[in-house]
C-alpha cells in the first residue's frame, strides 16, 4: 500500500507565494514519476506539472509555466510545488499522484499515468 499525503495548501494573496508539499510513505518503488493536478469548482481536472525520479525530466502546463517549479527529495519520498506570482484563477484543490509502476513511454502530463492519488489540499487565491 502506498499513501500520499499533501500539505501547504491554503490562502495566499494574489503576487505572494506558497508551497506544497506531498509525502509518499508504505510500500514505495525504487524509482517513480510523480505529478501535480488542479480542479477548480466546475472545472475538470487538470495537469499542472510532473518530475521523473531523477529529476532530469519536467513538464508544465502552459498556463503556470515560469512561476510554478516542481522538484523532489528522494530521501524523503517528497514532492513539492513551488508556485510564485499566483493569480485567482489558480485557485483549486490541488492534488499530488505518483506512478509506482514501470510505465515505459508513458506521458506522465495526463491522469490516466498514474496510479496512486493524494487526498488533495485547497488553495485559494485572492486578489
Known amino acids: 500500500q502506498v499513501q500520499l499525503v499533501e500539505s501547504g495548501g491554503g490562502l495566499v494573496q494574489a503576487g505572494g507565494s506558497l508551497r506544497l508539499s506531498c509525502a509518499a510513505s508504505?510500500?514505495?518503488?525504487?524509482?517513480?514519476?510523480m505529478g501535480w493536478f488542479r480542479q477548480a469548482p466546475g472545472k475538470e481536472r487538470e495537469f499542472v506539472a510532473s518530475?521523473?525520479?531523477?529529476?532530469?525530466?519536467?513538464n508544465y502546463a502552459t498556463s503556470v509555466k515560469g512561476r510554478f517549479t516542481i522538484s523532489r527529495d528522494n530521501a524523503k519520498n517528497t514532492v513539492y510545488l513551488q508556485m510564485n506570482s499566483p493569480k485567482p484563477d489558480d485557485t483549486a484543490v490541488y492534488y499530488c499522484a505518483a506512478d509506482m509502476i514501470a510505465q515505459p513511454l508513458m506521458v506522465h502530463t495526463t491522469s490516466k499515468a498514474y496510479n496512486y492519488w493524494g487526498q488533495g489540499t485547497q488553495v485559494t487565491v485572492s486578489s
Open positions: 518530475i521523473s525520479y531523477s529529476g532530469s525530466n519536467t
Open positions: 508504505g510500500r514505495t518503488s525504487s524509482s517513480y514519476t
